[in-house]
């Protein structure tokens, strides 16, 4: 994390300098194993590309930049957790407090997937009891890496996820971790993105190429300014190049 006084551009030289990249995204390890496994999309955005979004949404605002951030989708598929997961990887490799990933996707929790672990006792549990946090998160091997699953019980999490008990258990990670990423449902079925976003310190909204409707992304826009949700950005996600990637890259 960016100590007091150090410029931004000297933290963005950093993450330029990291070696992870997109062929080491989501090898962590996890503690508890299971045989179910997403593999990353080759049409995810780039190492170089990451580094951009983390500049915009997370290191350009004083003193400390957006530490709490929600990721979420114009529409299911759009790739939302692949870029959360890369985002995640990337923070957490250049900060001695860690990074902790969310998964409030309640319709398609998938961050379980991304690193191969279960899904029993997570978010829903989180919110439904009074235990310490600690009793939910798992810690992946391999790094300042910590998930909170969505949990198992998706019932539960219908019942009590309301902005109040949900902005306790984020106040925790807040203290707890040097930046919390969050896992929201896409923006078009539901509220929940918009509820997330306004305890959040913002939001990230992911669309995919050739896919998502200008219309999409444009009510999706006029709904968090409407609510008075900070938008970081919008990625375009799982482009596709008539020349290869890294040729444009160089352009």
């Known amino acids: 994390m960016r100590k007091e006084g150090e410029p931004l551009s000297r933290n963005f030289e950093l993450l330029q300098q990291m070696s992870v990249d997109r062929t080491r995204v989501w090898e962590a390890e996890p503690i508890i194993p299971t045989k179910k496994r997403l593999k990353p999309d080759p049409r995810a955005l780039s190492h170089e590309e990451l580094i951009k979004l983390i500049q915009r949404a997370f290191l350009l605002s004083e003193p400390e930049g957006q530490r ?50 279960e899904n029993l006792n997570g978010l829903t549990s989180a919110l439904a009891e009074d235990r310490p946090l600690s009793n939910y998160l798992q810690r992946l091997r391999g790094g300042n890496l910590w998930l909170l699953p969505c949990g198992s019980n998706i019932s539960r999490l219908h019942a009590t996820l309301t902005a ?88």
């Open 68 to 117: 709490v951030v929600v990721f979420t989708g114009g529409q299911k598929g759009s790739g939302c957790s692949s870029i959360l997961v890369g985002v995640g990887q990337i923070l957490a490799a250049q900060t001695d407090r860690g990074v902790c990933l969310v998964d409030a996707n309640v319709e398609n929790p998938a961050l379980h997937l991304c690193f191969g672990v």
């Open 164 to 251: 109040e008990k949900f902005q306790l258990r984020l106040a925790e990670l807040r203290r707890e971790f040097a930046y919390v990423l969050v896992d929201a449902p896409p923006v078009d079925g539901r509220a929940d993105a918009v509820i997330l976003g306004r305890l959040a310190d913002g939001v990230v909204l992911v669309l995919e190429a050739n896919v998502t409707r200008r219309e999409v992304a444009r009510i999706a826009k006029e709904t968090f300014e409407a609510a008075q949700v900070r938008l970081l950005g919008a990625v375009l996600n799982k482009r596709t190049f008539p020349v290869p990637a890294w040729i444009y890259n160089r352009l």
